[in-house]
T-cell receptor, first 113, second 113 residues
């Protein structure tokens, strides 16, 4: 079946611009995660959605970062007033109900000039 | 607080030689343990996981890992590596009471012909 998809695959933007990154989880998966992977770093947790519950936003690095999940499916991660240090690969993952395994998308590579 | 340590950032190994990638974690509560692999220009995929039961876990592509509670370790091993095993390997833990995951910084495995 279809896996987690993310778009765009690559995004180049200028410092100060806003960007939106999209994640389509696997159908039926109730949990959705966003991570940031910087060069030479591990995965940094950003935000977690589980069903209709309030999201866990504890990993968002600043108020320039926000995310929403519409209808319990598609999620959008928005970065406002991008900075060069925001350059990274942004990964989305989803999990089915009652399971711990995450299924990752291919990521969006963001470059802020 | 939970954390995951992968002490070896890079591991070069000759083809058909054995390999061990080390992972240690710290947690005051029970955890689930995972190894993920990221092949060049691809997303992360699950290699294996430990949830409960036997401490020796077998995964895909001939990899296995052993959970050692007293040493808080979950080292990944393979008796004979192939060129195709060249990839980045990430250890991760999650609390069995929730869904937040903590990832190590990764180990880059390079198999030398």
């Amino acid at each position: 079946g279809a896996g987690v998809s993310q778009s765009p695959s690559n995004k180049v933007t200028e410092k100060g611009k806003d960007v939106e990154l999209r994640c389509d989880p696997i159908s039926g998966h109730t949990a959705l995660y966003w991570y940031r992977q910087s060069l030479g770093q591990g995965l940094e947790f950003l935000i977690y959605f589980q069903g209709n519950s309030a999201p866990d936003k504890s990993g968002l690095p600043s108020d320039r970062f926000s995310a929403e999940r519409t209808g319990g499916s598609v999620s959008t991660l928005t970065i406002q007033r991008t900075q060069q240090e925001d350059s990274a690969v942004y990964l989305c993952a989803s999990s089915p109900p009652g399971q711990e395994t995450q299924y990752f998308g291919p990521g969006t590579r963001l470059l802020v000039l | 607080a939970q954390s995951v340590t992968q002490l070896d950032s890079q591991v070069p190994v000759f083809e058909e030689a054995p390999v061990e990638l080390r992972c240690n974690y710290s947690s005051s509560v029970s955890v689930y343990l995972f190894w993920y692999v990221q092949y060049p220009n691809q997303g992360l995929q699950l290699l294996l996981k430990y949830l409960s039961g036997s401490t020796l876990v077998k995964g895909i592509n001939g990899f296995e890992a052993e959970f050692n509670k007293s040493q808080t370790s979950f080292h990944l091993r393979k008796p004979s590596v192939h060129i195709s095993d060249t990839a980045e390997y990430f250890c991760a833990v999650s609390l069995n009471t929730g869904n937040q995951f903590y990832f190590g910084t990764g180990t880059s495995l390079t198999v030398i012909p």
